[in-house]
């Protein structure tokens, strides 16, 4: 069975940093393409950024709103994915979902329960 | 960048067909992903490449697309069907590469 397990939520002042992880279990990880996808409180899904296979180019795109502040990065050994979140925004409030992405075009095919990050003064 | 348009909210009477569009500039083009997510949930793939479902996704839903406007469809609605429903394109010429719908709310009267 496909298991995702985010951690690494909390509250945060603008401008300030948070990593969130996400464990892995019940796939192959090593050869998956992964994604992150937020949620702001009572609006539309958005996705933030992708990291492909490490045999594949380990390529990671970004979504315009995160570039330059958000590192996506990946640790097979441990099957785990990382969202490394500085300079947060208020904007950034969301609840964060690590999935699985199935390549190109990708959809999602598996999502975790998310991780709520609020930022706030 | 592109833009999918979905209706905010659509209604339907249980056992009846419940259809939601998503619109976008030349539609048929694109792979189109449609998701489901109930209240405090994560979301769950329903149809992927326009019409495949997934394992363990029940008949009753199947998806189209043509022309300008992508559909999911939803036959002989249950009430558990209720929740919200977003489309997903892959766009290489977006900023955000992936775009969502807005989503659409159905409610089963």
């Known amino acids: 069975e496909v298991q995702l397990v985010e951690s690494g939520g909390g509250l945060v002042k603008p401008g300030g940093s948070l990593r969130l992880s996400c464990a892995a279990s019940g796939f192959t990880f090593s050869v998956a393409w992964m994604s992150w996808v937020r949620q702001a409180p009572g609006k539309g899904l958005e996705w933030v950024g992708r990291i492909k296979s490490k045999t594949e180019g380990g390529t990671i795109d970004y979504a315009a709103p995160v570039k330059d502040r958000f590192t996506i990065s990946r640790d097979d050994s441990k099957n785990t994915l990382y969202l490394q979140m500085n300079s947060l925004k208020t904007e950034d409030t969301a609840v964060y979902y690590c999935t699985t992405d199935s390549g190109s075009p990708p959809y999602f095919d598996y999502w975790g329960q998310g991780a709520l990050v609020t930022v706030s003064s | 960048s592109y833009v999918l348009t979905q209706p905010p909210s659509v209604s339907v009477a249980p056992g009846k067909t419940a259809r939601i569009t998503c619109g976008g500039n030349?539609?048929?083009?694109?792979?189109v992903h449609w998701y489901q997510q109930k209240p405090g949930q994560a979301p769950v793939l329903v149809i992927y490449d326009d019409s495949d479902r997934p394992s363990g996704i029940p008949e009753r839903f199947s998806g189209s697309n043509s022309g300008n406007t992508a559909t999911l469809t939803i036959s002989r609605v249950e009430a558990g069907d209720e929740a919200d429903y977003y489309c997903?394109?892959?766009?290489?010429?977006?900023?955000?590469?992936?775009?969502f719908g807005g989503g659409t709310k159905l409610t089963v009267l």
């Open positions: 997903q394109v892959w766009d290489s010429s977006s900023d955000h590469y992936v775009v």
């Open positions: 030349n539609i048929r083009s694109k792979s």
